[in-house]
């Protein structure tokens, strides 16, 4: 497979990385928000689905919101390895994990009928409206 970058001097290669850098770990905890969603993928592509108890974490904090939709966008497309993970939220104590939980197995046509009802009696507002499907508006 060629890469773009083959015919350049090994000076202006761009650099690769092959495993993560204290750097980026940084970035990932304390950066800006737009920071640690840069951070989070890169994190997420070399460890994979090692990574899913810190995208747990943050689902579970909500905050900041951007780190948090990437946090459940990088879930979403490792549905078979966050399977259990998503079992376990379900009874979460906290109701962002409840919610990210139902809205994930909602997406894939997994959400059973009992865990529908569990959510729909849910105390926290943003668990039962996660259960509903949206209808698009007409234009």
């Given amino acids: 497979m060629s890469r773009w970058y083959q015919h350049l001097p090994q000076s202006t290669r761009p650099i690769l990385l092959h495993r993560t850098s204290p750097l980026i770990d940084g970035f990932f905890e304390d ?3 737009a920071v640690r969603t840069s951070a989070l ?9 090692g990574f899913l108890p810190q995208l747990r ?13 990437e946090a459940f966008w990088q879930v979403n497309r490792m549905r078979e390895e966050a399977r259990p993970m998503l079992q376990e939220m379900l009874g979460s104590e ?5 919610k990210a939980a139902v809205c994930l197995l909602r ?33």
Avoid: F, M
Avoid at 41 to 49: K, N
């Fill in 31 to 33: 950066g800006p928000p």
């Fill in 57 to 69: 974490r943050c689902l579970a904090e909500g905050r900041p919101r951007k780190v948090a939709q």
């Fill in 107 to 139: 997406r894939w046509g997994e959400l059973t009928e009992d865990q529908r009802r569990t959510a729909e009696g849910d105390e926290h507002k943003a668990v039962r409206n996660a259960t509903y499907l949206r209808k698009r508006r007409s234009a």
């Fill in 94 to 98: 906290l109701w962002t994990e409840r």
């Fill in 41 to 49: 993928r890169i994190l997420v592509r070399h460890h994979g689905a």
